[in-house]
């Protein structure tokens, strides 16, 4: 069973435009939520995360908005570049030690 | 800078081969995974370990089986290979704590013949 979904296999954006990236969850006792990047032929990079108690967090062009109520939780980078394109991983992890992963949004970024 | 090293980036083995793949990280961190990615199905869990000699079973252990002697080093083992363990197999290690992400490993490309 899948405990956190990632609906869009893909996603194409021009460049300098707004890239959202989305992933629902269905397990309330989730307290930590990561975005990871990868590049075919390497492993997940970290790339930010956010707590339970937060509902945004920022890192220069990327921003992860939480939203509990909704059990969901969305990946924003402002402008995209080229660099950008990846397949994007969401994960949780609640109190424990094990992490899920979805299946990842493929993003295409459009010079 | 965390480092997670994979003992090699491309493997062809044949099936019935038994396959050792290896995993050392340099954080001192306590835990420890496997994972293995394929199209479509994203990152699934093999096993865990969360301290040296301990180890519990993922999403999918069949199969696969661990060793971890040491802290910094986490094996994973093929029994006998099959084609369906034809796959990119991930290490990852992160530290103990709610709000410490995982850092993974570059990954295996493993081909079973």
């Known amino acids: 069973d899948q405990q956190v979904k990632q609906n869009s296999p893909s996603l194409s954006v021009q460049e300098g435009r707004i890239s959202i990236l989305n992933c629902d969850y269905t397990n309330s006792m989730f307290d930590y939520f990561l975005w990871y990047k990868k590049y075919p032929a390497e492993g997940p990079t970290f790339l930010i995360s956010i707590s339970s108690i937060k509902d945004k967090n920022e890192d220069g062009r990327f921003t992860v908005f939480l939203n509990k109520s909704a059990k969901h939780l969305s990946l924003h980078i402002v402008p995209s570049q080229p660099g950008d394109s990846a397949v994007y991983f969401c994960?949780?992890?609640?109190?424990?030690?094990?992490?899920?992963f979805g299946t990842g949004t493929s993003l295409t970024v459009i010079p | 800078d965390v480092k997670v090293t994979q003992s090699s980036r491309y493997l062809v083995k044949r099936t019935g081969e038994k396959v050792f793949l290896e995993c050392v990280q340099d954080m001192d961190h306590e835990n420890m995974f496997w994972y293995r990615q394929d199209p479509g199905l994203g990152l699934r869990l093999i096993y865990f370990s969360y301290d040296v000699k301990m180890k519990e079973k993922g999403d999918i252990p069949e199969g696969y089986s661990v060793s971890r002697e040491k802290k910094e080093r986490f094996s994973l083992i093929l029994e006998s290979a099959s084609t369906n363990q034809t796959s990119m197999y991930l290490c990852a290690s992160s530290s103990t704590g709610r709000l410490n992400p995982q850092y993974f490993g570059p990954g295996t490309r493993l081909t079973v013949l």
């Open positions: 994960a949780a992890r609640p109190a424990g030690n094990q992490f899920y």
